[in-house]
């Protein structure tokens, strides 16, 4: 018959497995419900946007939408996998800012979208350090204080660094990044998203907003969903932008200057056609880091 001590010792224990199963359960229901939320999502982009060419179209004759954040559906890790243990220890609650230094410990998922960490009276560029070249951007802190605070504290977590330009068209003049994990248009984001910059008017086509596109801007990348943006950017780099104004919900949030524009005209001049959104560059543009400049 067992001891005391060991009676204690086995309850003790079938407690910590307890927590443990907790644990994995809450884990397996988190990644279930980004998954169904996400098939939701697609399920829905599919239905209001038939696919042309490799291009949602906002309609028949409609200008071409970018689709940016498909989710990913691929079958979850089990929760003893190493990868998935690193992934959980990346998780942060958002709740803090990260150093304004880019000192902070590279983190690219989030449990909820982050605070205001930017002072919105000051203006900020972003610095995008490439393998193609320097690209310098003035952001609209002032028009659009969500979407750049965003962008602003994602660069500061060090969201960006390394990752690369995998998409580039020429039929709508545009270069597409921001996709940490997949380096695709399917990476599945920080783990939130962000709302509308104005809210959009809802409209029995669509959504439809007041951007219009000119060369040389940096805009937020979505789905045809509303509020639905997290961090997948894209850069307008000619004229053939414009075929996105009919839509006018890919938020404009900064802006380069010709030395930038140079730069992101020669990373476009890279494009080697294929795949389902036009094609990428024919060699890596990689994003080695995006830094912020404040004054």
Known sequence: MPSQAELRKRRVNAGKQKIRQ????????????????????????????????GIFLAGDDGPPQIESITPDTTTDPSPTDPDDAA???DLTDASSCPAEDGSSPRTITFAQPHPMCIDTTKSHVA??????????????????????????????????????IFRSDPSIDIIQGGAPRTESPSDPGPGYTIPDEPQFEETSAGIVGPYRYVPGQLVMARTALPNSSSAQYFFTTGENAARLDGQGVYVVFGKTDEA????????????????????????????NSVTIEVS
Do not use: C
């Open 22 to 53: 907790e644990v994995v359960i809450d884990r397996r229901e988190r990644r279930r419900r980004l998954v169904v939320g996400g098939f939701v999502a697609l399920l829905a982009l599919a239905l209001i946007a038939p696919l042309v060419g």
């Open 87 to 89: 992934a959980d220890d």
């Open 127 to 164: 610095v995008f350090d490439t393998s193609e070249g320097e690209i310098r951007v003035t952001l609209t802190t002032a028009e659009t204080p969500i979407t750049v605070n965003n962008f602003v504290t994602l660069a500061r977590w060090g969201y960006y660094d390394g990752t690369t």
């Open 260 to 287: 930038g524009l140079g730069v992101l005209q020669s990373i476009i001049g890279l494009h080697e056609p294929g795949g389902a959104l036009g094609g990428a560059p024919s060699r890596t543009v990689t994003v």
